[in-house]
């Protein structure tokens, strides 16, 4: 769960979330979001301060920016604060993958935010690189850079079951995107699920709609019962993992062509206000 509040995330952690994710990437982001429906944190380096108490050892992670002539600082002062996972955004070129880990150098634990369509279409360049801990498949700005309509059609459209495929052999645990509720978002999170099962991703991170955007942990107390929705999620994805392969396969036909519906409804929308 992305958080930077010390109450919300000993809520988050008490209520059964596994990671807290504090988020200070910057550079760039305005240009590449700035006009869309996404959330833009904004948070700072002492917010991983703050939150360090309160999330148990091994589980804090921090989101930094993009490689820049500052990153060696910036990783400095990140692990300082207590980050346990360093994330990597907009990375394009294997070098990037070596420099960002060389600047870590083993004092965090180094994961790839794999979002943009160089570092797909060079993921054999990058995948053996040492000292790579996990990946996360960031679906919103690969969709972005491909011009795509809807965030999920990367995940059913082929283009990333190859690097699934090498980081499973690897043994480099992934996670991809982020979930809903059950039963709930434009794409259920019962059918998001069947494709991580499909592909091999034990991750998401939990949607802000997934607390019905609520801002304090009042908030979210009067609108849901936190544990219970965690635990549907985590019994959804279990029901997953024990499909039979042709079930998985044909589940994949099925979220496949609701993506396509969905999209193509995108499309129809977005013609229809240029229009």
Not at 67 to 95: K, T
Not at 201 to 216: D, G, K, P, Q, W
Request: charged share 25%; with cysteine; aromatic share 4%.
């Amino acid at each position: 769960m992305i958080t930077a509040d010390p109450i919300f995330a000993a809520f988050a952690v008490d209520a059964g979330v596994d990671r807290i994710f504090i988020d200070t990437e910057i550079l760039g982001k305005e240009d590449r979001q700035g006009h869309l429906n996404t959330v833009i944190s904004h948070h700072t380096i002492d917010d991983v301060v703050r939150v360090r108490p309160v999330v148990p050892a091994g589980r804090l992670l921090v989101r930094i920016n993009p490689l820049h002539p500052g990153s060696g600082a910036e990783i400095d002062s990140v692990i300082a604060a207590g980050a346990d996972i360093l994330m990597l955004p907009m990375f394009r070129r294997p070098d990037e993958v070596s420099a960002f880990i060389q600047l870590v150098r083993g004092r965090a634990k180094c994961c790839l935010l794999m979002e943009t369509v160089g570092a797909l279409a060079s993921f054999e360049s990058w995948v053996d690189t040492p000292g790579i801990d996990e990946v996360h498949v960031g679906l919103n700005d690969l969709h972005l850079e491909q011009k795509l309509d809807f965030m999920f059609e990367p995940l059913v459209n082929g283009q990333i079951d190859g690097l699934a495929g090498a980081l499973r052999e690897r043994h480099i645990p992934f996670g991809i995107g982020g979930v809903a509720r059950v039963g709930e978002g434009t794409l259920p999170a019962e059918l998001v699920l069947t494709e991580h099962a499909r592909l091999g991703s034990t991750a998401a991170i939990l949607s802000r709609a997934f607390v019905r955007h609520a801002a304090t942990v009042q908030e979210i107390r009067q609108q849901t019962d936190l544990p219970a929705e965690l635990s549907k999620l985590r019994d959804a994805y279990d029901r997953c993992l024990h499909m039979s392969p042709d079930a998985l396969s044909l589940a994949h036909q099925q979220v496949r062509e609701k993506v396509q519906a969905i999209a193509a409804h995108i499309r129809s929308s977005k013609a229809g206000h240029s229009a």
